[in-house]
């Protein structure tokens, strides 16, 4: 843990080496993911909902919109690296969509279950891809870099934990 609020768990840092425990582990951590979010924001009323999570930061109900959003990107990398050579990702503005009013005012019960199919389907598909399909690569749109499956997984293995972090670290600011 750390004392910013941006990076409650730090930034990602992926293993210098790569073995199949930790693939595992963070096949894991993408399946309890959706579990964890709604245990995360479980009991929350609308005000702290609308309670950004740092000064000049998204709101809780924002992070919980942008789990989906974001991971549905991930998910649709991993299909097309699976089935194209080395194609380019799909990129968005992540700070535009979390300005749209479905993300601002949006109830959460919606993105949760939607972060819980996404994260089932996601799953069957990890658990089923062979070692070798995790070095399977893909152009990152923002900056051209060729990444492989695992680092991506390895990534949101990371994002999850680490907006879920972000609401927890809130609550236990705010005695929630």
């Known amino acids: 843990m750390t004392d910013d609020p941006r990076y409650p768990i730090g930034r990602y840092m992926p293993p210098e080496t790569l073995d199949a425990a930790t693939l595992r582990d963070w096949i894991h951590a993408v399946r309890q993911t959706p579990g964890r979010v709604r245990t995360a924001v479980e009991g929350l009323d609308a005000s702290q909902l609308d309670t950004p999570y740092r000064d000049g930061g998204w709101t809780v109900r924002q992070v919980v919109h942008h789990l989906p959003d974001s991971h549905m990107h991930s ?7 699976l089935t194209e050579s080395t194609p380019v990702g799909t990129s968005y503005d992540e700070a ?12 959460v019960e919606p993105s949760l279950a939607l972060l819980a199919a996404l994260h089932e389907r996601w799953v069957l598909l990890l658990e089923t891809m ?4 995790f070095e399977r690569r893909f152009v990152h ?6 990444r492989s499956l695992a680092w991506l997984l390895g990534l949101y293995a990371w994002h999850g934990a680490h907006h879920t972090a ?9 005695g929630w």
Do not use: C, H, M
């Open 75 to 81: 998910y649709l990398r991993f299909k097309w690296a």
């Open 96 to 107: 535009s969509w979390a300005a749209l009013p479905d993300s601002v005012r949006g109830p």
């Open 130 to 133: 062979a070692p070798d399909d």
């Open 141 to 146: 749109p923002r900056n051209g870099a060729e």
């Open 166 to 174: 972000q609401i927890t670290a809130l609550r236990d600011r705010k």
